[in-house]
């Protein structure tokens, strides 16, 4: 195709797809520029007009021209937006790129913009499956892939190259025919007010409050396989897995802060969803910091995090029926904070609770369900 005379012009109404043109060359420098665009793309760096200039007038043609990658202008509130492209594989297969200026993030303007640009590809270029890759860490380009229906598949080691390294790269594909909806829910966290405790989100501030608890003793003994971090080097592999549990419907994990300092004083989980026809059931896991102990703030936060996990998914909860939690049969403490928080005994999961040094012992198990008195 010739560029810009077979660039079609795409619109929703809201925003649009056109040829890139000179007038743009200021506010993709700005773009290029921005810290996110450096740190989740390629661009080179610095990046100046002449960059943009060669970009526009010879990379962008060239691949119109051969038919190797259909690059449009994102245009929103008559301003340029981004860019979006689609770079032909062979066999039906392309593979999606895509940034945004950071005056036109959170406004949902890439989601249209690649809504528009897959319906050109499956409808006028017979496109069969779109792929998608990222940086392991660029959330937000997840979370755009995520919102369209993307399916993702296996995080691949050493996939992307980045500024003479290679770094690990998440992947996704979307099919002609698949709806343009999540396929799942990304769980978000949500900030509970527990008494002299608050849960929210973990974040980097709590690194040493993580290495902290992975060193305890106490801890160690009840979880000898937990997957703390032990040093500060390990805490972003961490929250990396943290987040992305949330992100695949897996795992909604809070810390446990104090309501003053904010400090650490634990980890409250719910995860392995299991739900047949609305008929929700969940795992509960929990974690103590040695400042977190003899004070109820454990308690309190257990109360809060099974209290949301029941309520009703239109009141904003997880809308379980029922809960439950294994704990070593011989830690008193943690069986006393579960019967505090409304769970019941119920059973003995024989010889399935790993021993510091190896073997096992028996797990006590314990479940509430929703109406239950606590």
């Known amino acids: 195709m010739r560029f810009p005379d077979d660039v079609p012009t795409l619109t929703d109404g809201e925003v649009v797809l056109r040829a890139h043109g000179s007038a743009d060359v200021p506010r993709i420098v700005q773009q290029c520029r921005d810290p996110e665009s450096v740190a989740w793309t390629t661009v080179p760096t610095p990046y100046g007009e002449d960059d943009a200039a060669e970009w526009l ?6 691949g119109w021209a051969r038919d190797t990658t259909y690059c449009f202008a994102v245009e929103h509130a008559g301003r340029f937006a981004g860019s979006v492209d689609l770079r032909m594989r062979g066999g039906g297969e392309a593979e999606v790129g895509f940034g945004l200026h950071p005056e036109a993030r959170g406004q949902a303007v890439m989601r249209r913009a690649l809504d528009l640009l897959l319906d050109w590809g499956f409808d006028q270029c017979g496109v069969a499956v779109v792929m998608w890759r990222a940086f392991v860490g ?17 995080t691949v080691p050493d996939l992307l190259p980045h500024r003479g390294e290679r770094r690990d790269g998440w992947t996704g594909w979307i099919g002609a025919g698949d709806p343009r909806r999540p396929r799942e829910p990304w769980l978000v966290p949500p900030v509970l007010d527990a008494g002299q405790v608050v849960l929210r989100p973990w974040h980097e501030d709590d690194a040493a409050g993580l290495v902290e608890a992975a060193g305890d003793p106490v801890l160690r003994r009840w979880i000898p396989d937990s997957p703390l971090p032990r040093s500060l080097d390990e805490v972003p592999a961490y929250l990396q897995r943290v987040r ?46 040695p400042a977190g102990r003899g004070r109820g703030a454990m308690t309190e936060a257990l109360r809060a995090a099974c209290d949301w996990a029941m309520r009703p998914a239109d009141a904003g909860g997880l809308g379980a029926r029922r809960l439950y939690l294994l704990t070593s049969g ?8 579960a019967e505090r928080a409304g769970f019941v ?27 239950d008195v606590r």
Not at 138 to 154: C, D, E, K, V, Y
Not at 330 to 337: I, K, M
Not at 366 to 371: F, N
């Open 57 to 62: 007038g010879t990379v962008v043609p060239q």
């Open 138 to 154: 660029n959330w937000a380009s997840r979370r755009t892939a995520w919102s369209l229906g993307f399916t993702f598949g296996p």
């Open 244 to 289: 992305l549990g949330a992100a695949t419907n897996q795992r909604v994990a809070w810390c446990v802060a104090d309501r003053v300092t904010d400090a650490v004083l634990g980890n409250v989980a719910v995860f392995d969803f299991e739900d047949e026809a609305d008929d929700l059931t969940a795992q509960v896991g929990y974690w103590s910091h």
């Open 330 to 337: 011989r830690n008193d403490a943690s069986r006393r904070l």
């Open 345 to 371: 005994h119920v059973g003995t999961e024989r010889q399935s609770a790993p021993v510091a040094g190896g073997g096992f012992e028996d797990n006590a198990l314990y479940d509430r369900l929703r109406g």
